[in-house]
């Protein structure tokens, strides 16, 4: 049973394919309004505990609980389509779900995002900027209770990036949600969150970006990052732990 306010529960979650373990041991809560970062050098898991989260892969062990009628909005780190399928962003505006925001908060999230102009435009010709703006309209049209964003800066120029962090830090009351970002940029991430969970096929460490900078775990993946020193976070150190070499994250 779920506390009131939890909207997924993972507990000693692992998922192994061909023998070869992609996660383990993976516990976590997120709840109603959390603002949780996903950090973690390449193959740390990432994308797998996104796809297990979304019930995309199944459990090798360990058991996830979703809240009832728990509506997750996912914003990928890749979409394609076909040049012979012609989609435009209107059409893909219009798969959400129904009724779950009127009329004039559907067109506060099209205007927040700047997407009139896109309307008539084919989703195959979007620049990249472009292109995530729609992917996060689309999820928040679902008015979601968990907002899941994979690696959203991933391609983005720099004006089009800082556009976009704005976007997520400004979202309008009646958006308010919970949010799961993976991110391979260190630094807003440091930066702009209060809470990171850092990966290596289970939780190294999390907490707080100022004292899991601290911890032997985050050092050995990013190295030092030159956070004060104040408070202990709690660290995770399964029995049979071992760790990538410092490496580029993704």
């Given at each position: ?137 689309k999820a928040l049209l679902d008015k979601p ?71 032997p775990e985050f050092i050995a993946l990013f190295g030092h990052y030159g ?24």
């Amino acid at each position: 049973m779920l506390a009131n306010n939890t909207l997924v529960s993972l507990r000693d979650v692992g998922v192994n394919i061909h023998g070869n373990w992609l996660i383990q041991h993976i516990s976590l809560d997120i709840h109603a309004y959390d603002v949780l970062s996903l950090i973690g050098v390449n193959g740390a898991g990432k994308s797998t505990l996104i796809k297990t989260l979304l019930g995309l892969l199944p459990l090798t062990t360990g058991t996830i609980q979703r809240a009832p009628k728990l509506v997750i909005g996912y914003v990928p780190q890749k979409f394609t389509t076909p040049n012979t399928l012609p989609l435009s962003v209107h059409d893909l505006l219009a798969q959400r779900l129904p009724k779950r925001l009127t009329s004039t908060q559907t067109q506060a999230v099209i205007d927040s995002l700047y997407l009139d102009s896109l309307l008539t435009k084919q989703v195959s010709a979007l620049s990249g900027g472009e292109l995530q703006r729609v992917l996060l309209g689309k999820a928040l049209l679902d008015k979601p209770d968990l907002l899941v964003l994979d690696e959203p800066m991933q391609g983005l120029d720099p004006e089009a990036q800082t556009l976009l962090y704005a976007l997520i830090d400004s979202l309008p009351a009646f958006l308010r949600c919970a949010m799961l970002i993976v991110s391979h940029d260190l630094h807003w991430v440091m930066k702009g969150t209060k809470h990171v969970i850092c990966l290596n096929k289970h939780i190294c460490c999390q907490g707080m970006p100022a004292d899991i900078a601290l911890t032997p775990e985050f050092i050995a993946l990013f190295g030092h990052y030159g956070a004060p020193k104040h408070t202990t976070p709690y660290i995770h150190r399964p029995h049979h732990c071992t760790h990538a070499p410092t490496g580029q994250f993704s």
